[in-house]
């Protein structure tokens, strides 16, 4: 068991359907990010929530939009999107920075991740 | 800006042997942390070893350590007495004290040969 969890494990959708990406840490951490992954790319980093407050968006297309309602919960929500989406979407929490500089000492927990196919 | 470099896009070792994997960094920061991850093909990734920026002593996990070269912004994993199951792609990050991002580099894709 990893202490991040992501559901679905694979999704086939069209690109005018709407679905949802979920993922839920159980490892009490205070951050949560969501990575795309797409073949012979580097991960590219999506968002960043920090107390469900979202403190990076890396120029993500607003066809993805999260949603954090709490610490343990991040969802990416899908619509309208394109075949150059189809990737293995990322979740992965780490404790946050803390109120003194935050120490560089803490990984990131990663779920198994949602492979995404847009038909 | 930071960046993270791995050179070798593949890998092969024959099963038993040691390998390395390089990992070089690029950041203005003294006080940062590198990482390496493993991801097998089913694509979690799996948290290997981590080394602070002002840890003298080389980082160890069990058949991984980590060849940390602080004047020469290199951090290479090694991995002794490889198995078939050490296949996989592996991936170094950084992190900054007081950021919440982690950099990647773009991976190398290790092969474990019988």
């Known amino acids: 068991e990893t202490g991040v969890t992501q559901t679905p494990r694979h999704l086939v959708m069209g690109m005018t359907n709407k679905k949802s990406l979920k993922c839920e840490q159980h490892?009490?951490?205070?951050?949560m990010y969501w990575y795309k992954q797409s073949a012979k790319k580097p991960l590219e980093l999506m968002f960043v929530y920090n107390f469900k407050e979202q403190t990076e968006n890396n120029s993500v297309p607003s066809r993805f939009s999260p949603e954090c309602p709490n610490s343990s919960h991040l969802f990416l929500h899908l619509h309208t999107l394109q075949p150059e989406d189809s990737a293995l979407y990322l979740c992965?929490?780490?404790?946050?920075?803390?109120?003194?500089?935050?120490?560089?000492?803490?990984?990131?927990?990663f779920g198994d991740g949602t492979r995404l196919s847009i038909l | 800006a930071q960046k993270i470099t791995q050179t070798q896009p593949g890998m092969f070792v024959q099963e038993k042997e040691a390998v390395t994997l390089d990992c070089t960094y690029d950041?203005?920061?003294?006080?940062?942390?590198l990482f390496w991850y493993k991801q097998p093909s089913s694509g979690e990734m799996i948290f290997l070893i981590y080394?602070?920026?002002?840890?003298?002593q080389n980082a160890t996990e069990g058949r991984y350590s980590l060849n940390f070269q602080k004047a020469r912004k290199s951090a290479n994993l090694v991995i002794s007495a490889s198995q078939l199951g050490d296949s996989a792609m592996y991936f170094c990050?950084?992190?900054?004290?007081?950021?919440?991002?982690?950099?990647f580099g773009t991976g190398t894709r290790l092969k474990v040969l019988a």
């Open positions: 990050a950084m992190r900054q004290k007081g950021t919440y991002k982690y950099i």
């Open positions: 950041t203005s920061d003294q006080s940062y942390g």
């Open positions: 992965a929490s780490s404790p946050g920075p803390g109120d003194r500089g935050l120490s560089s000492n803490q990984p990131q927990h």
């Open positions: 490892l009490g951490h205070n951050a």
């Open positions: 080394q602070g920026s002002y840890d003298e």
